[in-house]
């Protein structure tokens, strides 16, 4: 195998220039996330409406977008909040550096709890529910957290320890962790991150609702966050990259370890009281697929 692939090469310029503007590829990255996913979860919140009268149908169908144009640049604000925040020390000296959100630093466990909080108030206020959006919404976060993830590697950041495994990643000496300067190659912990979520985002639509078909609507997005979670963990202690720490071990990893273990207590209630998989298959999100609306609903088992 080593003698198919020896490394994996970096980008040589995170960024192209058209003419005045710099289009940075770690931006076009998170777009192009937002947008998969946008399109992801508008195609499954409308199959869990297909059943509901035409008046509900013709005011809730677009509501995927309303909503995404408030709770997506409130993901952004909180993401870099939280990158700021936890590594606070990189930006003491020079705080206009933490408005150059381009350069990369988006912390996802703020991220997704702003723009979660966000849709959640503008579907209570609109009268929606909750829990369908929620389900709809998981897998398609995966996706785009894998997406995003891509935009690490053309800034050559967020790798892990040395390797010599064939798809080590290579490093440019200008963008070398202080005391790694002789290593070759390191572990591409962003890829890793971005396998396990499309991993996880199949696992949310076609294992999940066979394994625990009795979990309640809106739960599965606690599982996305248990399986996420999980993940992150033992990726997190790849990497080599300067990180705050508590006790010796880094926040990520803290954080991790806390969001898992309450996801994990989320799926337990929602299994415990949660409906049988008949009314599940009602809201229309037991699986079918991610990307098909309309697909044959299972009845109840």
Excluded at 170 to 183: P, S
Aim: charged share 15%.
């Amino acid at each position: 195998m080593s003698g198919l692939l020896a490394s994996i090469p970096s980008p040589s310029r995170g960024s192209v220039s058209l003419g005045p503007l710099d289009i940075r590829a770690y931006g076009v990255a998170i777009a192009l996330g937002v947008l998969v996913a946008v399109w992801i979860t508008s195609r499954r919140w409308r199959r869990a409406i297909a059943d509901r009268d035409d008046a509900y149908r013709a005011r809730a169908n677009d509501l995927v977008g309303t909503i995404a144009i408030w709770a997506v640049p409130a993901g952004l604000i909180g993401a870099r909040l939280y990158h700021v925040i936890t590594d606070f020390d990189r930006y003491q000296d020079n705080l206009g550096d933490a408005l150059k959100i381009w350069q990369g630093g988006l912390g996802i466990w703020g991220g997704i709890s702003v723009g979660v909080l966000v849709a959640v108030w503008m579907l209570r206020r609109g009268g929606h529910s909750t829990g369908a959006m929620l389900d709809a919404l998981a897998p398609a976060l995966a996706v785009a957290q894998a997406i995003g993830r891509l935009g690490n590697w053309f800034n050559q950041e967020l790798y892990g320890r040395p390797t010599d495994l064939p798809w080590g990643l290579e490093i440019d000496q200008a963008h070398r962790v202080a005391g790694y300067g002789l290593e070759e190659t390191f572990h591409p912990t962003f890829a890793y991150e971005a396998l396990w979520n499309l991993c996880l985002a199949a696992a949310l639509v076609w294992v999940v609702p066979k394994v625990l078909p009795h979990l309640r609507t809106g739960y599965l997005f606690a599982v996305y966050v248990l399986g996420y979670t999980a993940g992150r963990l033992w990726i997190e202690l790849l990497r080599i990259d300067t990180a705050n720490e508590l006790w010796g071990v880094r926040i990520n990893v803290w954080t991790s370890i806390v969001v898992g273990l309450a996801a994990l207590i989320a799926v337990l209630v929602g299994l415990r009281r949660g409906p049988d998989s008949a009314q599940q298959a009602d809201q229309g999100l037991a699986g079918g697929g991610l990307f098909v609306e309309g697909a044959e609903r299972r009845s109840g088992e």
